[in-house]
C-alpha cells in the first residue's frame, strides 16, 4: 500500500500518516513534489523488456515528456539477487540535491522516497503505479532497502546531468530505513 510519512525535520517520532490517494497528492504537492496514478494500457508479463514495458505506458509517457520536457526513457529494474545491490542502495541514502527532475514510476514493487522541504521530511513509500517527481534542487534520499525489488520507469531532461550533489546534511540517518 502507498504510504506517506509527514515528519517534523527536528523530531523524527512527531509524524503523521496518510493512505489516501488524494491526501498524498496534496501533501506532496504543499512540498512541489507531482504525485500521479498511472494505469498500464496493455497487460504486461513479470518477464517483460524494457520496451514492452515502455510501450504499455506509452500514452502517459508521451504526456509527460512533452509537457516536462524530458528527452529519454528507460528502465530500471532491481531484485534481491542484483549483484552490489547494498552498494546501489548506499549510494543515494544521504540527503542530496539533482540540477534536474528525478522521476520515477513504478511498474513493479516499492521503494521509499525521502523529501526534506518546508521544516518538513516527507518519507513517500510508492508502489506499483505510482509516479513521483522530485524537481531539481530539491533536497531528498532513496532506500531501496535491504531486500530491494522494484521496476521502475525513469524520465531524464539529460540523462549525463543526473549525478548527486550531497549536502553535507546527516539528517536522513535519524528517520527510519526502509523496510528495517
Ligand atoms: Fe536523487
Sequence with gaps: MSL??????NNASDFQEFTEFDEIRQQLADAGIRFERWQAEKDLSNE???????????????KLKKERG???VDVVSIHPETPNHPEMRKKFLDEHTHSEDEVRFFVDGS???????NQKVL?????????????????????MGPKPFFKAIRLFN?????VAKFTGDKL????????E
Design 158 to 162: 539529460n540523462p549525463e546531468g543526473w
Design 123 to 143: 518519507q513517500m513509500i510508492c508502489e506499483r503505479n505510482d509516479l513521483l517527481s522530485v524537481p531539481a534542487g530539491t533536497k531528498h534520499w532513496f532506500d
Design 172 to 179: 536522513a540517518q535519524n528517520y527510519p530505513r526502509y523496510q
Design 48 to 62: 517483460a523488456t524494457q520496451d514492452q514495458i515502455i510501450e504499455a505506458y506509452r500514452e502517459s509517457i508521451d
Design 4 to 9: 506517506l510519512k509527514v515528519f517534523s525535520d
Design 70 to 72: 524530458f528527452i529519454t
Design 111 to 117: 521503494g521509499a522516497f525521502y523529501i526534506h522541504k
